[in-house]
């Protein structure tokens, strides 16, 4: 492993290891020994099928946990979320997604997982405040999302 802070390759050990997100990855803490500074590193199963997001306009694109991660954290700024509630959030849409079995997921199905993960309501109206007028829009918008028609504020 390459020190992220003296880019020397090869000289660290590991000094804590332990399995993290249910058992799916594992989160090493590692010391360099030449520089003496620690880091951690995370080790997750390479899925071998590359799982695709099919956007509205039809475009498909790899799906990626990171770009997943930050909107999650933007819907949640200015909020008190702990960075640990946002990457559980992460996991369980990562999960419920992969228990579809499917290649490609549309990206309102993904729309739709987060907010079905989401305890925190309030980062929701923050996540849809650009393209929702108001609380009685929110409502609107996620009945739509949910399918269920003929919702009423």
Request: with cysteine.
């Amino acid at each position: 492993m390459r020190c992220p802070y003296c880019h020397v390759d090869g000289k660290d050990r590991v000094i804590d290891s332990r399995p993290v997100e249910d058992g799916h990855a594992i989160r090493r803490r590692r010391v360099c020994e030449n520089c003496s500074r620690r880091y951690t590193t995370y080790e997750r199963i390479e899925e071998t099928v590359r799982l695709q997001v099919v956007k509205k306009d039809g475009t498909r694109v790899p799906f990626d946990r990171n770009k997943l991660l930050a909107g999650v954290q933007k819907a949640c700024y200015k909020r008190p979320v702990p960075g640990e509630k946002v990457a559980k959030i992460v996991d369980a849409v990562e999960e419920e997604i992969s228990r579809t079995g499917q290649r490609e997921v549309e990206s309102r199905l993904i729309g739709e997982i987060v907010i079905g993960a989401s305890a925190y309501l309030g980062t929701l109206l923050v996540f849809f405040s650009k393209r929702v007028a108001g609380i009685k829009g929110f409502v609107q918008q996620t009945a739509r999302l949910r399918g269920v028609s003929g919702a009423r504020a």
